[in-house]
């Protein structure tokens, strides 16, 4: 019960810090960072914890703790093209952390960071010179290439997990029909041993029937030959 309670605090305090994570905040905002803090405190109870839930749910609330902390490490840069690097390998959370988002939140706070952040960059390339505006302009170049490369990584690595999990499918389906095949061969099996059961008991009786008959008929045969034995030295005596 303690357990539950602490993961639904968990929760409440995970979707306040991304709405506060979303919003305009002035620099003497203090609460987002000591709410972060929180949450790792609580992240690490819920691993210590009884019951705690499933690695992929701790892992998802991990990921999304590490967005947070990521994001307010990269707000306190000073470069526009820091933060902006920063940003790019920031990974937001893959699931909404409440019934009602559509879209995670931690995602929508990351584009949001990136758009800040290609914004401070493009009003420092205005009062730059041409050749720093040049170099800036590389830059940006490069950060796109890194994200461009990022989402086809993630899209390769989805491709992945759709092809594991209809391989996956695929073979629970032949081992479903595997076990089917031999839950009825072993049935089949068990009527066959059955019917054997039955033929044995009735050929085993079909036998002692035979030998019973050949017996009789063996002993009426030897008692006829000693009866006509003994009549024929009655009718037909020694010769003297």
């Known amino acids: 019960m303690a357990s539950f309670k602490l993961e639904i605090n968990?929760?409440?305090?995970?979707?306040r810090c991304?709405?506060?994570?979303?919003?305009k905040r002035g620099e003497a905002e203090w609460r987002l960072e000591k709410y972060v803090a929180a949450l790792v405190d609580m992240l690490v109870a819920l691993r210590k914890s009884p019951s705690k839930p499933t690695q992929?749910?701790?892992?998802?609330?991990?990921?999304?703790?590490?967005?947070?902390k990521g994001l307010l490490e990269a707000e306190k840069l000073t470069s526009p093209t820091e933060?902006?690097?920063?940003?790019?390998?920031?990974?937001?959370?893959?699931?909404?952390?409440?019934?009602?988002?559509?879209?995670?939140?931690?995602?929508?706070?990351?584009?949001q960071s990136k758009a800040r952040c290609t914004g401070e960059?493009?009003?420092?390339?205005?009062?730059?010179?041409?050749?720093?505006?040049?170099?800036?302009?590389?830059?940006d170049a490069v950060l796109q290439h890194h994200h461009n490369l990022q989402e086809k990584l993630a899209e390769d690595m989805l491709n992945l997990a759709r092809n594991l999990k209809n391989n996956t499918l695929a073979?629970?389906?032949?081992?479903?029909?595997d076990?089917?095949?031999?839950s009825q061969s072993m049935r089949q099996a068990d009527l066959n041993f059955e019917k054997l059961k039955t033929e044995s008991e009735r050929l085993e009786q079909h036998t002692k029937k035979s030998v019973n008959w050949l017996l009789w008929l063996m002993l009426i045969l030897v008692s006829f030959t000693f009866i006509s034995m003994i009549l024929f030295i009655r009718i037909f005596p020694r010769l003297r």
């Open 10 to 15: 968990f929760i409440r305090l995970l979707s």
């Open 18 to 23: 991304e709405t506060m994570a979303s919003e």
């Open 56 to 68: 992929e749910i701790l892992t998802e609330y991990t990921r999304k703790v590490d967005f947070l």
């Open 83 to 111: 933060k902006a690097l920063a940003n790019q390998f920031l990974a937001p959370g893959r699931t909404p952390t409440i019934a009602n988002e559509r879209m995670p939140a931690t995602k929508t706070v990351h584009i």
């Open 121 to 139: 960059m493009r009003d420092e390339l205005l009062v730059l010179p041409l050749d720093e505006r040049q170099s800036a302009a590389e830059l």
């Open 171 to 177: 073979a629970q389906n032949i081992i479903k029909q």
């Open 179 to 182: 076990n089917q095949t031999l």
